[in-house]
C-alpha cells in the first residue's frame, strides 16, 4: 500500500491508494477498504461503469459524510450496491416480477433498478424518497467489497457537476485529501454509467441510458417508456 498526496491544510487526512495488479494485491485491496467502510470511513473503488465512493448504508454519518465530499444537493438522492439478487429483500419493500427477470439478465452489470424502498432505509440515502436505486456491480472488486460490507450507499467518486471518474486519477484530480482510501483498478470497462429504469411505474421508464442496452431490456420485460 503507498500513500498519495494530499491536499495543504493540516486538517486534511492523507489519502491511502492501494493498487490491484495480482491476486494478493486483490485481497490487499479489498480487504483495506472493507476495512475502512466497515468504521464508517470514505472509501472510492472501481465498478464496471465508473468509480464509486461508498458507505455503508447502516451507517447514517457515513452516508451524510458522502453527500459533504462530494458537495451533493441532499435532495439527490444515492444509489444501493448489492452483492446478489437475495439482498433485494434488505433495500426493497416490493419486488415484482419485472425485477427478478433484469436481475437474472443484466445482474452483475450496468442497471440500476428503481423500486420501492423499505421503511428501515435511511432517508438521506433516497433524499426523502420513497423509493430506491440498486444494481450489482460487475466489477470483481466493487462485488467482493459489498459481498464483505453489506450493501453500500455509493454515487460516483466526484465531486458534484465534474467528469464522472473512469480512473484512480481522476479520482484523485477531484478528491484527494477528502477520502480515506482509493483502490486503483485501471480505467473502468465501459467508461459510462448504469442504465436507469423504473419500475414502480407502468409501463416502467427509462430514467437515464447507459451501460444495458434498451432493446435487451425491451426483450426482457416488454413495453417500456424512454
Known amino acids: 500500500m503507498k500513500a498519495g498526496n494530499h491536499f495543504s491544510g493540516d486538517c486534511m487526512p492523507e489519502t491511502k491508494i492501494c493498487s490491484v495488479k495480482d491476486e494478493e ?13 466497515t468504521e464508517g470511513k470514505a472509501a472510492a473503488f472501481p ?3 465508473v468509480y464509486g465512493l461508498g458507505a455503508c448504508i447502516s451507517n447514517e454519518k457515513a452516508v451524510l459524510n458522502i453527500y459533504q465530499i462530494k458537495g451533493r444537493p441532499s435532495e439527490k ?16 419493500e416490493e419486488i ?25 432505509i435511511s432517508d438521506s440515502i433516497t433524499a426523502g424518497k420513497d423509493t430506491v436505486g440498486i444494481r450489482i456491480p460487475a466489477h470483481p472488486v466493487a462485488l467482493e467489497i459489498v459481498r464483505r460490507t453489506g450493501p453500500l450507499a455509493c454515487p460516483s467518486a466526484n465531486t458534484s457537476d465534474s467528469r464522472e471518474p473512469k480512473s484512480a486519477t481522476d479520482v484523485l484530480e ?8 482509493l483502490i486503483d483498478g485501471g480505467e473502468t470497462k465501459l467508461q459510462k454509467p448504469s442504465t436507469i429504469i423504473d419500475l414502480t411505474v407502468s409501463p416502467p421508464k427509462i430514467l437515464r441510458k447507459g451501460g444495458a442496452d434498451i432493446t435487451e431490456i425491451k426483450n426482457c420485460i416488454g413495453e417500456i417508456l424512454e
Open 96 to 120: 415484482p416480477p419485472e425485477a427478478s427477470m433484469l436481475a437474472e439478465k443484466f445482474w452483475p452489470g450496468p442497471l440500476t433498478i428503481i423500486l420501492k424502498k423499505r421503511k428501515d
Open 47 to 49: 465498478t464496471e461503469t
Open 25 to 37: 494485491d486483490f485481497e490487499t485491496a479489498v480487504s483495506a477498504a472493507a476495512a475502512a467502510l
Open 174 to 181: 477531484d478528491l484527494n485529501g477528502k477520502i480515506d482510501i
Open 77 to 92: 438522492p444515492l444509489s444501493v450496491l448489492i452483492a446478489s439478487a437475495a439482498d433485494l429483500e434488505k433495500i426493497a
